[in-house]
């Protein structure tokens, strides 16, 4: 069973610092990896989606990386800001054709600080 | 293209009653998920659709739920004789059959039993 691991639950950065989220999973067959981000009571943003082959995916301000053999992730912010405060999601889909649903993390709560 | 919808967006009933909750993908996807979210969680995956055909049920789908799609368009799921263990938010998602499957979510759903 695929289980997926967000480290730290919760983190506190001031303004304009770099960050990493991380993001483990137990079964290396993955097909895709997507990054979410849930602001409080509302529903799931997708930001980023890395295919089993590819190793990176940026987008503006975020990249995420992929390494498949050692079933990890990385969510990279650069120059944080206020407006990136909320919670963090990764999810992992199989590679079995027709099992695309998603398997997810707990989370990672951000807070940037002004 | 006007994103994946849900309604309600709230729901407050009290132990014992029925309740339905409609979702509305994006129009040219045939793939359709409902998810489950308690307090603090990730989405657990509930059940998903590929046009009209219900193609797989999670174990988390008790004989209480059920979900439709007719005609492959919009989905209801339904739960009958709630319980205060069903409060959660239930989240819509849904995705295009084509090698990258990303997943688009809705708004989701509130319940609170009572």
């Known amino acids: 069973k695929q289980e997926v691991t967000q480290i730290p639950a919760a983190l506190s950065v001031p303004e304009g610092e770099n960050l990493v989220l991380n993001c483990s999973f137990t079964?290396?067959?993955?097909?895709?990896l997507q990054w979410f981000r849930q602001d409080p009571g509302k529903g799931l943003t997708s930001l980023l989606l890395?295919?089993?082959?590819?190793r990176e995916q940026t987008s503006g301000r975020l990249n995420a990386s992929l390494d498949k053999s050692s079933g990890r992730s990385t969510l990279y912010i650069a120059a944080s800001q206020p407006g990136d405060s909320a919670t963090y999601l990764c999810?992992?889909?199989?590679?079995?054709?027709?099992?695309?649903?998603?398997?997810f993390g707990t989370g990672t709560r951000l807070t940037i600080i002004p | 293209d006007t994103g994946v919808s849900q309604d309600p967006r709230h729901k407050i009933t009290k132990r014992g009653q029925n309740v339905t909750f409609r979702c509305d993908p994006i129009?040219?996807?045939?793939?359709l998920y409902w998810y489950r979210q308690t307090l603090g969680q990730g989405p657990e995956f509930l059940t998903y659709?590929?046009?009209?055909?219900?193609?797989?049920k999670s174990r988390l789908l008790s004989d209480r739920f059920s979900a439709e799609r007719p005609k492959g368009s919009f989905s209801t799921l339904e739960i009958q004789r709630t319980e205060q263990g069903d409060s959660a938010m239930y989240l819509c998602?849904?995705?295009?059959?084509?090698?990258?499957?990303?997943?688009?979510f809705g708004p989701g759903t509130r319940l609170t039993v009572t």
């Open positions: 890395i295919q089993s082959s590819q």
């Open positions: 659709f590929q046009n009209e055909a219900q193609l797989e």
């Open positions: 129009s040219e996807h045939n793939r």
């Open positions: 999810a992992v889909s199989l590679s079995n054709f027709g099992n695309e649903k998603l398997t």
């Open positions: 079964d290396s067959a993955i097909y895709n």
């Open positions: 998602a849904s995705s295009l059959s084509i090698l990258v499957y990303e997943q688009y």
